[in-house]
Nanobody, 123 residues
Framework: QVQLVESGGGLVQPGGSLRLSCAAS????????IGWVRQAPGKEREKVSC????????FYGDFVKGRFTISRDNAENTVYLQMNSLKPEDTAVYYC????????????????WGQGTQVTVSS
């Protein structure tokens, strides 16, 4: 059974930083994509970042503009999202997600999602 457990969300002031973590288990494949999506109240789910396990390639939503970095620790089966220069519009629930396939710019092949962690950017 696939389990994705997010942590690291919270309240941060504009311009601040947070690092989200996602501990993944129950998913075994040599060719998969893992990453993050987010959903703000009243808005559609939005792609944040995706990492392809086979070659380490990464993609980010257009709104990221160099502020976020996705990384992984294969030994710990954990993926991270370092978020810097946070803005109030980054406020959302952030979900870790995983699926078979490879990330491309306009498509993240996610099949499983975690429960989410709330990120609130406010002064």
């Amino acid at each position: 059974q696939v389990q994705l457990v997010e942590s690291g969300g919270g309240l941060v002031q504009p311009g601040g930083s947070l690092r989200l973590s996602c501990a993944a288990s129950g998913f075994t494949a040599d060719y998969y994509a893992i990453g993050w999506v987010r959903q703000a109240p009243g808005k559609e789910r939005e792609k944040v970042s995706c990492l392809s396990n086979n070659d380490g390639s990464t993609f980010y939503g257009d709104f990221v503009k160099g502020r976020f970095t996705i990384s992984r620790d294969n030994a710990e089966n954990t993926v991270y999202l370092q978020m810097n220069s946070l803005k109030p519009e980054d406020t959302a629930v952030y979900y870790c997600a995983v699926g078979l396939g490879k990330c491309v710019r306009d498509y993240y092949p996610f099949d499983y999602w975690g429960q989410g962690t709330q990120v609130t950017v406010s002064s």
